[in-house]
């Protein structure tokens, strides 16, 4: 079985609100590990025209699609108006990779994901 016939990348959530304070000073820092890594992996599958998968958490900006989100420890994030809650830059999606947005806390739950029009 040819395994690369069967194979996606999910990028999910990696969105440039994590990477405000990454510059070209401080990017060999293992806080950005993650990001590094996460480049890596989507070098490979870019190299071998594997199907990417890049998914970002987006709120709009009336605060009517976070849910339960705000009644932890977690403060308003990923609104629809903010730039940084487009993709990262270091990761961003190139042309051909599938896109999803996601307004609640499931990559597949109500997206294209779960709908199957990839």
């Known amino acids: 079985m ?5 194979i996606a990348l999910l990028v999910i959530d990696i969105q440039q609100e994590d990477f405000t304070e990454m510059n070209a000073s401080n990017i060999h ?22 199907p990417i998968i890049q998914i970002k958490e987006v709120h709009r900006k009336h605060f009517v699609d ?5 009644d ?4 308003v994030h990923c609104l629809e108006n903010d730039p940084n809650t487009d993709y990262a830059r270091l990761t961003y999606p190139m042309e051909g990779e599938y896109l ?13 994901l779960e709908k199957g029009f990839m």
């Not at 040819?2 to 069967?6: C, G, V």
């Not at 999803?100 to 294209?112: L, P, Q, V």
């Open 2 to 6: 040819n395994t690369e016939q069967k």
């Open 29 to 50: 820092l293992p806080q950005w590990d993650c990001i590094r890594n996460a480049k890596r992996v989507l070098d490979i599958f870019r190299a071998k025209k594997l």
């Open 66 to 70: 976070f849910g339960r989100e705000l």
């Open 72 to 75: 932890g420890s977690e403060t």
């Open 100 to 112: 999803i947005t996601k307004r609640r806390y499931s990559a597949f739950f109500g997206t294209d």
